[in-house]
């Protein structure tokens, strides 16, 4: 679930899939778009009566009710690669154009590779059936190459043979991203602030920093306290997708806003609130946020509780779900977490959110594996008891210093326990004796001690000689378990008896030792 909280649970509705179309140069992903809008956009801009805002919606008759699919415009894979990398997740479905003339080409395997990192599904559209030469089974053939096959090759995957020039089997396609769409279990609550993510953002000049904002739950107003990245303002205006202004956008709708006084990122989230002072500190917190999460390769904890990082190469993963008592703490806490070392085990925010730590956050935390951290927060009723039902850690901070070394701490009881020698002492060999085959090295113990059993290494002239364990320790000609410093000692060992005056034995044991994150 993205951009939801647990609170939303009770009160989410359906809302439209957010589509962004993905492909090779050239092969028509511009025309489909457009071809979809059913408006001549690339014939002149400006004359046009559609905004160009980033992103539209379009109404599709779809099992006998009027529904809408929103399109994402972004420039090439530019917006969707920046926000994944920064772990914001924006598209439900991927629709994949591969010219039937030209089959799959470069670009066509890289939108492949991020929709499946981003584990969104795709659509494809096989366009330029119109043309000569248009050869739409070697396309299905080439594609089952990259692990996408038709469904009606025996695979999962939708693919619409389409003329985007002519208008051809749009209906089909758009029906068919309505059907995959409904598998998604697309849902967000109306009835809250708005949160999103910024899809676009310019300095213009006369109308001062202007966003598309796509609302990814909750509802935007006019009015609105809102903080875009590290970006405030109060929403003055909204117009959206056909050039209209609008008085109000609902989760899966894009809307440009004018009033912000700063331009944020694509890719930022936005989020409303109840006052300019509580956004004011957000903002400034966002900014330290960014800051930080700049330094975090790959940004691996997402405010959103989404993390799109691939997971080559991380061998544990430690679920979070953060509750506190406002927004900064939570901001403050979640920007100090990216700085621990995430190599060996990564931190997955499942949700952020504050307020009491409550059941619904206790059957995620069960169902999910994860650690519920409450920060000057309390457990509603019943939370404790249900925690103790299901086994869930619940743990209270009030310091964020303690917090953050007990996150540590938890991480690091995930590494593998590291196997390392601990010296014992060292001893040195005084006298040999013979004794029938063998011989007994008459030692002095130099420092530390020497055990029983321990084990061994035997250097000449700094030179190891022989490693392995002390078979036998005498003290007085008696057995001893162990010998201290300045104590002579009789050792001998079962393989080795060469013994010289002046050998170094060096006397260690291994110990598991909790291991550390490498940073
Ligand atoms: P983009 O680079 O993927 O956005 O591709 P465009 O939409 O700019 O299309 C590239 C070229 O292919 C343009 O000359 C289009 O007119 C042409 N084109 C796009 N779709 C079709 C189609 O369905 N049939 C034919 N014959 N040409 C198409």
């Not at 099992?63 to 690669?81: I, K, M, N, Y």
């Not at 920046?82 to 030209?102: E, K, N, Q, S």
């Not at 300095?203 to 809102?226: C, E, H, S, Y």
């Not at 601990?422 to 040999?432: F, K, T």
Request: charged share 25%; aromatic share 4%.
């Amino acid at each position: 679930i993205d951009m939801l909280d647990a609170t939303d649970l009770e009160y989410l509705q359906r809302r439209p899939p957010v589509v962004t179309i993905m492909g090779h140069v050239d092969h028509g992903k511009t025309t489909l778009l457009d071809s979809i809008r059913k408006t001549k956009v690339a014939q002149g801009e400006a004359g046009g009566i559609t905004q160009h805002i980033g992103a539209y919606h379009v109404d599709v008759v779809h099992e006998g009710r009027s529904q809408q699919v929103v399109f994402l415009d972004t420039p090439g894979h530019e917006a969707f690669t920046a926000m994944r990398a920064r772990g914001t997740r924006v598209t439900d479905i991927a629709i994949l154009v591969v010219a039937a003339d030209d089959g799959v080409r470069p670009q066509t395997i890289e939108a492949i590779s991020h929709a499946k990192a981003a584990k969104v599904p795709i659509v494809v559209a096989i366009n330029k059936i119109d043309k000569e030469g248009a050869q739409p089974e070697r396309v299905k053939q080439e594609l089952t190459e990259y692990g996408l096959v038709a469904d009606d090759w025996g695979g999962d995957i939708t693919m619409v043979p389409v003329s985007a020039i002519r208008g051809e089997n749009l209906d089909t396609l758009l029906e068919m991203i309505l059907t995959v769409a409904e598998m998604e279990d697309l849902n967000a609550n109306p009835n809250r602030a708005a949160k999103g993510t910024v899809i676009e953002a310019h300095l213009d000049k006369a109308r001062g920093p202007v966003a598309t904002l796509l609302v990814q739950n909750g509802t935007l107003r006019v009015g609105d306290i809102v903080v875009a990245g590290s970006a405030l303002g109060k929403v003055r205006a909204m117009i959206d997708d056909r050039g209209d202004r609008v008085e109000q956008a609902t989760p899966s709708f894009a809307v440009e806003v004018l009033g912000l006084r700063e331009v944020p990122r694509a890719g930022d989230e936005f989020d409303v609130f109840a006052n300019e002072k509580e956004a004011g500190a957000i903002a400034s917190g966002r900014a330290t946020f960014q800051r930080d999460s700049r330094l975090l390769q790959g940004g691996r904890i997402s405010l959103s509780g989404f993390s799109q990082q691939a997971k080559e190469g991380v061998l544990k993963e430690l679920n979070l779900i953060l509750k506190a008592d406002v927004q900064g703490s939570l901001e403050a806490i979640v920007g100090a977490l990216t700085q621990l070392p995430q190599k060996e085990v990564q931190l997955r925010l499942l949700l952020s959110a504050p307020g009491e730590v409550t059941e619904t956050d206790i059957d995620l935390a069960a169902a999910s594996n994860a650690v519920i951290i409450g920060f000057n927060t309390t457990l509603a009723t019943g939370a404790r008891q249900a925690a103790d039902q299901a086994g869930v850690d619940v743990r209270e901070y009030s310091i964020i210093y303690n917090l953050l070394d007990d996150i540590q701490g938890a991480m690091e009881g995930l590494l593998e326990p590291e196997l390392v020698e601990e010296p014992l002492g060292s001893v040195e060999v005084r006298a040999v004796f013979a004794i029938g085959r063998g011989a007994v090295a008459g030692c002095m113990v130099l420092s530390g001690k020497v055990i029983r059993n321990c084990k061994v290494r035997v250097r000449r002239n700094n030179n190891v000689v022989y490693e392995g364990v002390l078979d036998s320790l005498k003290r007085m000609k008696e057995d001893a378990k162990e010998v201290n410093t300045g104590f002579e000692c009789g050792i001998s060992l079962s393989g080795f008896s060469d013994w010289a005056d002046g050998d170094i034995i060096e006397a260690y044991r291994m110990v598991t030792k909790r291991r550390t994150l490498s940073a």
